[in-house]
């Protein structure tokens, strides 16, 4: 599965980005969600969408960030409003066949800085 990530960027704290992923024929992907690492810290799952399902947030974004999937356009995204410099980090985008997502395909990535 071929992801391609963009929107990254950087923004002021309390500012907003979109983060889409591009890939193809989503409809057959069964859950896809986005993940950030940060220097010195642990990948961290930020949100997931199952085909059909309720999305899952971390609590760090919850209220803040909201993913969604097009159908029509093939692009997964995530809408993040009131970013804070604890947000900066590299999201990248994954895309599994099981609930283990961190094993599933992933994207080159795309890099959020939060200014204070």
Do not use: H
Not at 110 to 115: A, D, E
């Amino acid at each position: 599965v071929r992801l391609v990530e963009s929107g990254g960027g950087l923004v002021q704290a309390g500012g907003s980005l979109r983060l889409s992923c591009v890939t193809s024929n989503i409809v057959s992907i069964y859950l896809m969600g986005w993940y950030r690492q940060a220097p010195g810290k642990e990948r961290e799952l930020v949100a997931a969408l199952s085909s059909g399902g309720n999305p899952y947030y971390a609590d760090s974004v919850k209220g803040r960030f909201t993913i969604s999937r097009d159908n029509i356009k093939n692009t997964l995204s995530l809408q993040m409003s009131s970013l804070k410099p604890e947000d900066t980090a590299t999201y990248y985008c994954v895309a599994g066949a099981t609930d283990d997502l961190k094993r599933g395909s992933w994207g080159q990535g795309t890099q959020v800085t939060v200014s204070s």
